[in-house]
């Protein structure tokens, strides 16, 4: 594959920049990955575009990523071109209605809930406390088994490469549990939210309810990607795994968290392998126990 005429070709252009073989481990909540060939960050529309149009030409492999909260890397990393969206793609804008919003992908979820409590607007409290990218969060449409964030969308604005710009209202895409429509080869640039005008404390008050919730239930603060599966329907992971007896269950520096079973941590020292081999672990038990092939919801990347 032409890497290094890639790599010529993005080094100075305009709107993007390109690091080889970065560690992403720096780029991820697990802290855990080898390196990319390629690091790149494009802070345009036309910079994305020409970036994935060159490196596609090159037949270089490459991957969106936001801010890696539900991604697992290889320790040997990944051959090919990890993108990030940049400035374009961070600003929130309201509309004149006081109650749309319309939000780059690239922005923080963290940063979206709080500028929605600033402003007056309920909606979102669900969401506080989750981490990533909003484009991460529609991708995988987050939130909880009540509330998620693809019920608040209406509309998104994809690029689909070698065909350009797309457009799809919330009716368009089919939303569920952990997953939408929204097709797979195309990349989450914009999404504008239907939020509504709220009483200030109340919406606080809401905010530190649901923290507090993540808080007594969730490993907050320890290095993770967050739920490692998907919850079946009418069953709840975390209680078959620890009804298994596998809360605490280790290899390595990769745990099953004793907080919450349906966490796999990294304690400090856990490679990719080990996080792999607790997954592969709790998979085989679940099974056995229930009958239940559980689903990951933790995305790899470079296996």
């Known amino acids: 594959m032409g890497l290094f005429n890639a790599m010529m070709s993005l080094s100075g252009a305009i709107d993007t920049d390109a690091i080889e073989n970065e560690r992403l481990a720096r780029h991820t909540s697990y802290r855990i990955g080898g390196q990319a060939d390629l690091f790149l960050t494009c802070h345009s529309y ?20 936001g801010k890696g909260s539900n991604l697992l890397v290889a320790d040997t990393g990944y051959r090919g071109a990890v993108i990030t969206l940049g400035r374009e793609f961070q600003r929130t804008v309201l509309a004149e209605d006081g109650v749309t919003l319309t939000v780059g992908a690239g ?3 963290a940063r979206l809930v709080n ?6 607007l309920s909606g979102l409290e ?6 990533g990218t909003v484009g991460g969060a529609v991708s995988m449409n987050a939130g909880t088994r009540q509330e ?8 998104v604005v994809t690029y689909k490469p070698g065909a350009g710009l797309r457009h799809y209202a919330h009716d368009d895409v089919y939303w569920a549990y952990r997953e939408n429509g929204i097709p797979r080869d195309e990349i989450i640039l ?15 008050a809401e905010m530190e309810r649901s923290l507090l919730r993540r808080r007594r239930t969730q490993p907050i603060g320890t290095a993770s990607c967050g739920s490692v599966f998907r919850n079946p329907p009418g069953r709840s992971v975390g209680a078959m795994v620890e009804e298994c007896g596998l809360k605490g269950f280790s290899v390595g520096g ?8 349906n966490f796999i941590v990294n304690n400090g020292n856990a490679t990719a392998n080990d996080v792999v081999s607790v997954i592969q672990h709790v998979y085989d038990k679940v099974k056995e126990a229930y009958g239940v092939e559980l689903k990951p919801e933790v995305k790899f990347l470079g296996f």
Do not use: N
């Open 148 to 155: 998620w964030i693809g019920s608040l969308i209406e509309d």
């Open 126 to 131: 669900f969401a506080v406390g989750i981490p």
């Open 115 to 120: 500028d929605a409590f600033t402003k007056g």
């Open 46 to 65: 036309h910079a994305l575009r020409r970036a994935v149009e060159i490196l596609s030409r090159e037949q270089v492999p490459w991957v969106i990523v």
């Open 107 to 109: 922005v923080i979820l």
């Open 254 to 261: 990769a745990e099953v968290s004793p907080v919450h079973a």
């Open 190 to 204: 914009e999404v504008t939210l239907k939020l509504h005008l709220g009483d200030k404390p109340e919406i606080r």
